[in-house]
């Protein structure tokens, strides 16, 4: 079982996806409270939390946000509960009474085409020496 970090909120995210990775960095550039720790879907650690939830990936192949003892979110309102806590992007908040159906309905045609608009890595990100400590072993 994985142990997680006192006090942080999880992000499982596509690991060889470029758009996603940028939003990584995004992520880390703002989040002024240190509230996030990081693990790709496809890591060892990533994989573990997914099958220790019973999250089908098959089925939500997009960004996942655990918070630890309280519920998991994902794809547009994952993204808005992560945009509350960054400097710059709380804003997105506002877009939270919309149908979750059409939001997310935006969010996945953006998600089918990421590889496309975006491409695609070999490998998952190496993060830097600074950046290796939010990110789960």
């Known amino acids: 079982m994985v142990n997680f970090p006192d006090n942080k909120k999880i992000i499982l995210f596509d690991g060889v996806c470029t758009l996603c990775n940028r939003a990584v960095q995004t992520i880390i550039k703002n989040d002024t409270q240190d509230t996030f720790r990081f693990a790709p879907l ?8 997914v099958n220790e939830r019973g999250i089908d990936t098959e089925n939500i192949d997009s960004i996942i946000l655990i918070e630890p003892g309280v519920a998991y979110y994902n794809k547009s309102t994952a993204a808005i509960e992560i945009a509350k806590h960054l400097k710059g ?15 997310d309905s935006i969010y996945e045609f953006i998600a089918n085409n ?13 993060p830097t020496d600074e950046e290796r400590a939010l990110f789960l072993k």
Not at 42 to 49: N, Y
Not at 90 to 95: A, N
């Open 89 to 103: 992007y709380r804003w997105l908040r506002f877009f939270k009474p919309l149908p979750e159906g059409f939001r």
């Open 114 to 126: 990421r590889y496309k608009w975006f491409g695609k890595k070999e490998s998952c990100m190496i």
């Open 42 to 49: 496809q890591s060892d650690v990533g994989l573990q939390i």
